[in-house]
C-alpha cells in the first residue's frame, strides 16, 4: 500500500461516516423530543445496555450523561439475566441499543421492562425488528452503509450510535440548564477539576489575611508580611473597605533608613488589583500573569471592597491551575 492509499482509505472511511450521521441529522423528529421529554421528568436513572460493539458504546453514552447531570450506568445482558436485573427500578428507564434489533441477549431485559412497566427506549436502524416492537420510544440510526469495505464491521454504525448519545446528553444539559459548577462538582479530579476551580476554593481566609489599618506605621506593615508570609500586606479605611496594598515589590522601591516610621499610606499602592471569590481560579491567574505590574497575589474582596480572601499565585500553581 501506497501512503496516497493510505490516506484515499482513511478519506473514504470518514466521508461514509460523515454521510451517516448527515442521514441521521436529515431524519430527526419529534421521537427525539419525546424521548428528552421522558428523561428530563424521570426520577430513577438512565439504564444503558447493548450487546457487543453496541455495548461498547453504550458505557461511553452512559459515563456521559452520568458526569453531564443525569444519573446513569451501564448493564451488560448477559449479566442482566444472572442477577443484573435487580438494578433496574420502576423509576428507571431503560435505553437499549442495537444496531439490527435482534440482538437475542437483549430479550430478557426487553421482557423484565414490560413486566415492571419500565419505559424502554430503542435505538436501532430497524423499528420493526424485536427491539424495535418492544420499545415504547424509537430512535431511529441510519440505514447506511458500513464504512467498512467489506459493509459489515460496526464503524458508520457506531459513530452515529455515539452521536445520538451526545445529542442526548448535550439537549438535557441544556434543558436542565446545568451549569460550570455542576459539572465541577463531578470532576473534581484531575486537570480539568483543577482548572474548574474558583478563587474562593483556594483563597486565604479569616487570619490568614494580611490586613491592617490606614493608620498605621511601616513597622506594623512589615511585621504583619512577615507572619502572614504571603508577600503583601492590604490597607483598610475606617469603613473596612481595601484602598491600597504593600507588596515586597513596594518595600524595596521604599526602602530608606527611615521606612520604619513611615506612615502606610506613603509607601502603599493605591486601588490595587482585585478578584471577586466567584470567579474560575484560572482567570485570577490570567490576572496575574498578564497585567505587566507582575502580581503575584490578590485580595479577594465583596461588593463592597470587603477584603474576604487573598489568593497567591503559588496557590493556583499547587492546586495544579496553570
Known sequence: MTIEQDIACAKRTIDREIEAVRNMEENLDASLSDVLDLLQKMT???????????GHIGTKIAATFASTGTPSFFVHPAEASHGDLGMLTENDVVLAISNGGESKELSDILVYCKRYGIPLIAVTKNPESSLGKAGDYILKLPDYREACPLGMAPTSSTTATLILGDVLAVCLMERKGFSKLDYKRRHPGG???????????LMHTGDAIPLIADTAFMQE??????????????????SGELIGIITDGDLRRAMSPDI????????????PQTIAPDVLAAEALNTMNNTGKGITQLFVVDDQKHPIGIIHIHDCLKAGVA
Not at 193 to 200: D, E, F, P, R, T
Not at 222 to 236: E, N, P
Not at 260 to 271: E, F, G, H
Request: charge should be positive.
Open 260 to 271: 520604619l516610621n513611615k506612615k502606610v499610606t506613603d509607601v502603599m499602592t493605591y486601588n
Open 221 to 238: 506593615a512589615m511585621l504583619t508580611m512577615s507572619s502572614k508570609m504571603l508577600g503583601s500586606v492590604g490597607i483598610l479605611n475606617n
Open 44 to 54: 430513577g436513572r438512565i439504564i444503558v445496555t447493548g450487546m457487543g460493539k453496541s
Open 191 to 201: 486537570k480539568l477539576g483543577a482548572m474548574l476551580q474558583k478563587v474562593s476554593d
